[in-house]
C-alpha cells in the first residue's frame, strides 16, 4: 500500500483519538521527588518524571501560555511567525527536506516550524495547529527506530538541534493521551540511545546524553539545551542538575564540572584548565600580538582555519588563494599563525551555533529555579556576546555578529541582562529556536 495512504489512515485513527482526548481532564498528579543536592540547586523543582505524570498547571518549559497569550498579533515579529506556522510539515518522506518532519537532519526547520504552529495555537486556539503538532510528535517516535533514518556523521547534532523545540511546541498544546505519556517515556529512555557518528551509518557512538557530557562546543551546548528541554518537561529534577553542572562547567566554573574532551587547546588561555568561555580578562600573548579572550569560546576558535602562503601540502583543489601562484593551504588558526599571517582572527559559524545552544539551555535553566543562570561565571554567556561584538566592530567584514538563523540569540540575552545588543528581524528561522523577537521583544 503507498505510504502517503498509510499515513492517510493513521492520520484519521489519530485524529479520532484527538477528539476522544479532548473530552478527557487534562490535568493528572505531577510526579513527586526531591531537590538535587548541589552547590547551585534549584528553588522550585517539581520531582522527577518517570513517563506518568505532566507538570504541574502553568509551569512551561519557555514561555508561559498565559504569557504569550497577552502578546500582540500585530508587527513584524507576528507576521513573520504566524506566516511560518501556515507552511505544512511533510510526513514520511525521506527524512530529508525543509519541513520533513524528522530528529535526523541536522539541516531541518520542521522542529521550529512545529514550535511556531504551537504557539500561533497558544495564541490564536485554532485546533489545526494543535492537530499538526501532535502528529509531529507521533512522527519524530514512529521514526527513532527506523534503520533507514539515519544522518550518520551529523546524527547527534541533528538530534540535538530538532528535539528542543518538538519538547517545547508538545509542551504549548498539551498531548492527549496515550500520546502524552508514550511521548514522556520515550523522553526518558531515547537519550541513551547510541547514534551514528561516522560514515558507516551504524548507531554505535555517543548517545546525547554523553555527547553533553563529552563536548565543549556546539554538539555539546545544543545538547544540553535539548537535555534541559527534556527535564523540564518530565519534571526531571536529576536530569536536570545534571544539565545544570554540566552546564556551569561549560561556562567556566571546573569544580562543578570538567569532564570534558577538548579538541584542541591552543586558544585554552590556561591549557592545563581549559574552558568552554574564557574567563575575565584573560587574554593570550604570541609574537607582536595579544588576542582577548574574556568571553571568547577557545574550542570554536580552534575549529578556524586560515589560509597561510607558505603551507603548500594540501591539493590543488584546496588552494585558498586562486590569485597567487602555486597552492596555498587553509591551516589551523592558532593564536601563533594568526599572528604572523595579519593578526584577523578568522570567524566561523560554529561559535554562533554554540552560543545558540547555551542561551536556550540558559533560559530553559533561569524558569525551572536557576534564576541566576545568566549570571554565573561573571556574567559568562553576556561577556561571550560582546566578545563577539568587538571582533565585528574590529574587523566587520569577518562577520562576527549573530545573524540570519542565529539572530534570535541576542533578543534572550537582552531581556537576560538589560542589554542592548544589535538585533534583526528576519524570515530565517533558527536551528533548535526562534521567534524571540516576539517572545523576549521589549515591552
Known amino acids: 500500500m503507498p505510504r502517503p495512504h498509510r499515513r492517510s489512515i493513521r492520520a484519521f485513527v489519530f485524529g479520532l483519538a484527538l477528539l476522544a482526548g479532548a473530552c478527557t481532564d487534562d490535568t493528572t ?34 514561555v508561559p ?62 485546533w489545526v495547529y494543535r492537530y499538526h503538532v501532535q502528529l509531529a510528535i507521533q512522527e519524530i517516535m514512529d521514526e527513532w527506530g527506523n534503520p533507514n533514518a539515519v544522518d550518520c556523521t551529523n546524527e547527534p547534532l541533528a538530534v540535538a538541534r530538532n528535539l528542543t523545540s518538538y519538547v517545547i511546541a508538545a509542551d504549548y498544546v498539551g498531548l492527549d493521551e496515550p ?19 561516522h560514515a558507516d551509518c551504524v548507531r554505535d557512538n555517543r548517545s546525547l546524553r554523553e555527547v553533553m557530557l563529552q563536548r565543549a562546543n556546539n554538539w555539546g551546548t545544543m545538547a544540553m539545551a535539548a537535555l534541559a528541554a527534556v527535564a ?36 585554552q588561555p590556561n591549557p592545563a584548565a581549559p574552558v568552554g568561555i574564557g574567563p575575565p580578562h584573560a587574554s593570550i600573548t604570541t609574537g607582536a600580538c595579544t588576542f582577548s579572550l574574556d568571553g571568547a569560546l577557545p574550542e570554536e576558535l580552534r575549529r578556524s582555519q586560515i589560509c597561510d602562503p607558505a603551507d603548500s601540502t594540501c591539493a590543488a583543489a584546496f588552494d585558498c588563494d586562486l590569485v597567487t601562484p602555486g597552492t596555498q593551504c587553509k591551516v589551523s588558526a592558532c593564536p601563533d599563525r594568526v599572528c604572523a599571517l595579519g ?63 542565529d539572530s534570535f540569540v541576542p533578543w534572550l540575552l537582552n531581556r537576560a541582562y538589560g542589554t542592548s545588543f544589535p538585533t534583526e528581524q528576519n524570515t530565517n528561522v533558527g536551528r533548535n529556536m526562534d521567534f524571540t523577537d516576539w517572545t523576549h521583544a521589549p515591552r
Open 65 to 126: 501560555a498565559d504569557s504569550l497569550r497577552a502578546l500582540p498579533m500585530t508587527g513584524i515579529a507576528w507576521m513573520h511567525l504566524e506566516a511560518f506556522a501556515q507552511n505544512a510539515l511533510v510526513f514520511d518522506g525521506a527524512n530529508t527536506g525543509t519541513f520533513e518532519v524528522t530528529l535526523f537532519d541536522k539541516e531541518s526547520d520542521a522542529d521550529v516550524l512545529a514550535l511556531a504552529k504551537a504557539m500561533v495555537y497558544v495564541r490564536t486556539t485554532n
Open 179 to 197: 500520546l502524552a505519556t508514550q511521548f514522556r517515556q520515550w523522553l526518558g529512555t531515547m537519550l541513551d540511545q547510541p547514534l551514528s557518528e
Open 343 to 405: 593578526g584577523r582572527i578568522p570567524s566561523n559559524s560554529y561559535l554562533h551555533g554554540a552560543l545558540a545552544g547555551a542561551a536556550v539551555c540558559a533560559e530553559i535553566l533561569s524558569r525551572r529555579g536557576y534564576a541566576d543562570v545568566y549570571r554565573w561565571e561573571n556574567n559568562a554567556l553576556r561577556r561571550a556576546a560582546q566578545w563577539l561584538l568587538d571582533r565585528q566592530n574590529e574587523d566587520p567584514a569577518m562577520d562576527w555578529w549573530f545573524s540570519g538563523n
Open 232 to 267: 523540564a518537561y518530565r519534571n526531571d529534577v536529576v536530569l536536570l542538575a545534571d544539565v545544570r553542572r554540566v552546564f556551569d562547567g561549560w561556562l567556566g566554573d571546573r569544580n562543578e564540572y570538567a569532564g570534558f574532551d577538548y579538541g584542541g587547546l591552543c586558544w
Open 29 to 62: 498528579r505531577p510526579v513527586s521527588g526531591t531537590h538535587p543536592t548541589a552547590t547551585k540547586v534549584s528553588n522550585n523543582d517539581l520531582g522527577p518524571g518517570d513517563g506518568g505524570g505532566r507538570r504541574l498547571p502553568r509551569v512551561f518549559v519557555w
